[in-house]
């Protein structure tokens, strides 16, 4: 008998992906694939280039998440200068990268997954996005745009542009910060928290309405890794990495990132130009984990802030071991926004904050530097080597949504096998499959830069050519 | 994503068109009659080139949007080198096991990396890395209006 298969493409995500569904006889899923289908090759083509352009150059991999870049590869390049930099460069960078997780996680939940937890995973997909959220729940849209725009705001007040700014560099960030700055910045805050806490109180009014979601939308037990301050609590700019298993309990604490080779593995799929990190200890793919708001959450003691502590309490009471369902990165991530306005508060009412020594000047002393940072979306790492010269001779980068792609591919079968009837094929079925992937909020941007969508009718295709019934999604 | 920066601006803008084809809407195939198409990034894989064959032939204003279009910029320096030596940067030395270059079910990459402007005519190019939202919010206004923009004004390479 013909085995089927269905290919579509995944939108309102960062990036281009695409799903195949394998069918068996009788319509169901019997295995599932997600493709990243771009890449451009940055280990290679830095290659020759002097390493102080490196965050610069680098950051260009992402227009969503560039200031993750920018502070992994600065940190690659102060272990180059073999430098310590300045403690009010490193929180002024803190601040940066900060604001940046509050405008991603914004995009991330507003502008890309709030159409199907508000207008409907079966609602009609020609305004089953940010367009139709604007005419059916104008003040939702508006705190969502609101709430980027801080975080996007910071950006450019502190580093000069709100894409691609180039205020850090190896050693720490080139200008201090001034008073009329910080205070700028403070000024905004109470909206910001006042925005953040509204949206977190509603989507718990609404997370018992999605049970069969949660139930099925990448619910199963993996490992979670993340970085953690030295006191176990939730820290987005340094520390060291701790991995906890399902039940909770810490499986690897206080690893070192410089020796990332030493745990962590990177298998490669024919499938997809995404590679697919792994824990080295439990091999592949055992050695399963995940990163990203949920994972930090799973990982850590406390947050360290006091009204993300309140929140992040009742989050874990949910569950006796870690947090398994990958519906929930959307409330994970909606309490780290507000931990993140109530640390960006903390950091810059420091007064040390406003020092003038923020930049460690030295050439180069290492051949070789490694950079870490939670990116919005997990752990990113930066490692180069260079000559004698400087000019960068090897790079390796594991990319945050590299390291969920092997639980990315088991949700999407999870929920596949649970939605999707090959038999009687409906939008709202296929749609469910990619709002799993959307809860993951994957950059994929990371790995592209393309022109446009892909243009594809969903098919069902049997091996000799034949198509047995097709979905168009316009 | 430097459009999204346009804020509130966007506002204003969703009751002067309809978003039929984007990242940020649902549908899945490009239309067939289209006004204006934003065309970001650099054409490096065969399937970009299809693509970007297809939404010329369906577009009336094609606008080569962003350094990466206009120039292939950071993409295209991957030209220096052999694709194959770019491969296995990332999927041989870079990877522990299954050793391998990724060739089921993903698009097959083009030897060089080029702009948009090399495979279709553009009628607009707008410059930056990333262009600014005032920039991008100035073509929009301007195309809406009928105007053909004057970009010298509002962005540079680089900028």
């Known amino acids: 008998m013909a085995k089927e298969t269905i290919k579509f493409d995944v939108t309102r995500i960062e990036g281009h992906g695409r799903i195949t569904l394998h069918l068996g006889e009788n319509g169901r899923v019997e295995d599932a694939q997600f493709h990243v289908t771009q890449f451009r090759g940055f280990e290679k083509l830095c290659e020759g280039r002097p390493f102080s352009e490196m965050p610069s150059l680098m950051a260009r991999i992402c227009g969503i998440c560039p200031v993750s870049h920018l502070v992994a590869s600065a940190k690659a390049c102060d272990g180059i200068l073999a430098s310590r930099i300045p403690p009010t460069a490193a929180n002024l960078r803190r601040v940066l990268n900060l604001a940046q997780l509050v405008q991603s996680h914004a995009l991330s939940f507003f502008h890309l997954s709030s159409p199907d937890l508000l207008l409907g995973m079966d609602a009609d997909p020609a305004t089953r996005n940010l367009f139709g959220l604007v005419h059916a729940h104008p003040t939702l849209a508006r705190d969502g745009i609101a709430l980027r725009k801080f975080g996007q705001q910071i950006i450019e007040w502190l580093a000069g542009k709100r894409i691609h700014p180039a205020w850090v560099v190896p050693g720490g960030v080139n200008e201090p910060l001034t008073v009329e700055r910080r205070d700028q910045v403070l000024a905004t805050i109470p909206e910001a928290l006042t925005v953040a806490r509204r949206t977190l109180d509603w989507f718990k009014t609404r997370v018992d309405e999605f049970r069969e979601e949660i139930r099925c939308f990448g619910n199963f037990p993996t490992m979670f890794l993340g970085l953690v301050d030295s006191g176990g609590g939730l820290e987005h700019y340094d520390g060291m990495l701790r991995v906890v298993n399902a039940s909770g309990r810490v499986v690897a604490d206080r690893l070192d990132p410089a020796n990332y080779q030493d745990f962590m593995g990177e298998a490669v799929e024919p499938f997809s130009y995404l590679k697919s990190p792994y824990y080295k200890p439990a091999g592949y793919p055992d050695g399963i984990y995940r990163v990203g708001p949920l994972a930090r959450l799973n990982i850590v003691d406390r947050c360290g802030t006091p009204i993300a502590d309140q929140e992040w309490a009742e989050f874990r009471e949910m569950e006796r071991g870690a947090i398994l369902s990958s519906f929930h990165y959307h409330y994970a991530r909606l309490i780290e926004v507000v931990h993140a306005i109530e640390r960006i508060e903390l950091l810059l009412n420091d007064p040390d904050i406003l020092s003038k020594h923020v930049r460690a000047f030295a050439g180069p002393n290492n051949n070789e530097g490694i950079g870490v940072a939670e990116a919005p979306r997990g752990t990113l790492l930066h490692h180069y080597r260079i000559d004698d010269e400087g000019l960068i001779t090897y790079a390796n980068l594991i990319i945050a949504t590299g390291h969920n792609n092997l639980a990315m591919n088991r949700a999407v079968l999870q929920a596949a096998k649970h939605f999707v009837d090959g038999n009687h094929l409906q939008e709202g079925m296929l749609n469910r499959v990619e709002a799993v992937i959307r809860a993951f909020d994957p950059c994929l941007s990371c790995s592209t830069h393309a022109a446009g969508q892909m243009a594809l009718e969903i098919k069902l295709v049997s091996p000799d050519g034949k198509v047995v019934d097709t979905l168009r999604r316009d | ?159």
């Open chain 2, 1 to 159: 994503m430097s459009f999204l920066d346009i804020d509130e601006r966007i506002l204003e803008l969703i009751d002067k068109v309809d978003l039929v084809f984007s990242p940020l809407v649902d549908v899945k195939t490009f239309p067939d009659e289209v006004d204006v198409t934003l065309v970001e990034g650099a054409v490096a894989s065969e399937e970009d080139r299809e693509k970007i064959k297809k939404i010329r032939a369906h577009t009336k204003t094609l606008v080569s949007l962003g350094d990466c279009a206009v120039t292939a910029n950071v993409p295209s320096m991957r030209n220096s080198f052999k694709l194959d030596a770019v491969f296995d940067r990332a999927y041989r030395e870079n990877a522990t096991i299954n050793q391998q270059i990724p060739s089921v079910a993903v698009p097959k990459l083009l030897k060089r990396v080029g702009p948009v402007h090399e495979v279709v005519d553009v009628d607009v190019f707008v410059p930056g890395c990333p262009p600014s939202a005032d920039a991008i919010y100035f073509v929009l206004t301007e195309l809406i209006a009928g105007r053909k923009p004057d970009m010298n004004q509002v962005s540079r390479f680089g900028a």
